[in-house]
């Protein structure tokens, strides 16, 4: 991991040095352990503060949308992902950015380490060959990194960058996920167990939309849920009002959800906001043999039609 | 419950197109063709027109089904409303059904102005469907 810091740094100084970019967006150690923040670096001698470890787990492409200038973006799998979506949604323009592609090996969810730990508290944590050493007042403890991934990187079919300007750091081979599989078994469910399910889900939501504010994908100027004219749902925690937000934000995301996992790492509630998304890429991916934020060139799947799309879901008297 | 009695009747919006299935509920009409009353219609330029939030409004607001219809493929007034209508759809009615709403709460048709005959048809059909599904549950807010 130093190894890559080190070479982000590098390419970061070079980029500067030759005025290539006027921002570069990168990962800064927190100020919590297991939590690097995102970081922007205008100068030189700022370089210093990028890093890379297995806690950068933000969705940086967040952070393109609305810029004017040049800048340069840290991107893992995910992110790039995301940086193709923006550049076909006309949000930035593929020359504008540099892309500093990063091989992922997945992050770490900060929450299932502290779930291990019982509430101990965590006062340091470091990083060595595969292995998290966290270390309290009166405790240490060596983990399997591995372990530990984001629910994302579990299902993750795209570490490696699939769009890139620099890479650093050797591509990772992919994972072989069995693609779905957890949406083909709640798919199973009958509609009492699936309704169930996602009440219980809803029923934790207060509402405060950082699903949306972190999803780098979600970029109305006004959202549907602050828009007063027409008022398309009610503002409280009304069961009915929470469920209709939570579908039309997956539905809003229908072939373009890169599955970075964003949403579901800022919900405070621990939503399965995911659950939804999932379902959607699948079936686009099943309908319409498409994969956000893979291609620049294939056109997005609710922009475009085939005159023999399927109607298996139509009546047909 | 009021709603569950034996004479309990399906309240069910129909969003029509324009130009091809709400003139063909016209045909319906004026060749006295006899379908059942529990459908209202609300006429819409285009299928595409159709935001999402238009069946779960109804959903919400204690509608017991949805039925939307539009012009066959091809033959759209807008050439291509109903191809886009079609993707979105099929999408909206799978995610719909994931989160637990009934099969069939809601339908999609193709009518043309001059199926009367089927549109007919299709409301019965759907009349019927919702009719054994019973009263709308999932979405609805503030339930009597």
């Known amino acids: 991991m130093q190894e890559l810091t080190n070479m982000i ?136 990194r591995d372990e530990f991934l984001c629910l994302s990187c579990k299902t993750c079919t795209h570490r490696n960058p699939v769009i890139y300007d620099i890479l650093v750091g050797d591509p990772v081979t992919e994972i072989d996920t069995k693609p779905y599989l957890d949406v083909a078994k709640f798919e199973a469910l009958t509609p009492e167990e699936q309704g169930e399910y996602f009440s219980r889900e809803f029923a934790k939501c207060i509402r405060c939309y950082a699903c949306r504010n972190a999803c780098p994908l979600c970029y109305c100027q006004e959202c549907f849920v602050d828009s007063s004219k027409p008022q398309w749902i009610g503002k409280t925690t009304n069961a009915s009002d929470t469920a209709i937000f939570h579908i039309m934000r997956a539905f809003h995301l229908a072939g373009r959800c890169v599955e970075c996992g964003a949403c579901e790492r800022a919900c405070p509630m621990g939503v399965d906001i995911r659950k939804l998304n999932r379902k959607l890429s699948k079936d686009v991916k099943e309908r319409f043999d498409y994969e956000a934020g893979l291609s620049l060139e294939q056109v997005a799947p609710l922009s475009t039609f085939q005159p023999d799309d399927s109607e298996d879901f139509m009546l047909h008297p | 419950m009021m709603a569950e009695s034996k004479d309990w009747q399906p309240k069910i919006v129909a969003f029509l197109c324009n130009w091809c299935s709400y003139a063909g509920a016209d045909l319906a009409g004026i060749s006295r063709i006899q379908y059942p009353t529990n459908v209202r219609v609300i006429r819409v330029p285009c299928s595409g027109r159709i935001n999402p939030f238009f ?90």
């Open chain 1, 9 to 144: 740094r590098e390419v970061a100084r070079d980029l500067l040095k030759q005025k290539s970019v006027d921002l570069i967006i990168g990962f800064a150690q927190g100020t919590m352990p297991l939590c690097s923040t995102p970081c922007f670096v205008r100068q030189d001698d700022e370089v210093d503060r990028l890093i890379w470890d297995s806690f950068c787990e933000n969705n940086l492409a967040k952070y393109l949308v609305k810029r004017s200038n040049k800048i340069a973006i840290v991107a893992k799998g995910c992110d790039t992902r995301a940086v193709v979506e923006l550049i076909k949604e006309n949000q930035i323009s593929r020359d504008q950015i540099v892309i500093i592609g990063i091989p992922c090996q997945g992050m770490v969810d900060r929450r299932l380490v502290e779930s291990a730990l019982n509430g101990k508290e965590i006062q340091e944590a470091e990083e060595m060959n595969g292995e998290l050493i966290i270390k309290g007042k009166i405790f240490e403890k060596v983990l399997n």
């Open chain 2, 55 to 144: 069946i779960l409004a109804s959903l919400q607001h204690g509608i017991d089904g949805v039925l939307i219809s539009g012009c066959h493929p091809g033959e759209c007034h807008y050439l291509t409303g109903n191809y886009s209508a079609r993707r979105k759809f099929a999408l909206l009615k799978s995610l719909l059904e994931y989160t637990g709403l009934e099969e069939g709460r809601i339908q999609f048709s193709w009518i043309s102005a001059s199926e009367g005959v089927k549109f007919a048809k299709v409301i019965a059909e759907v009349t019927e469907k919702i009719k054994t599904l019973g009263p709308a549950k999932k979405l609805v807010k503030n339930p009597s």
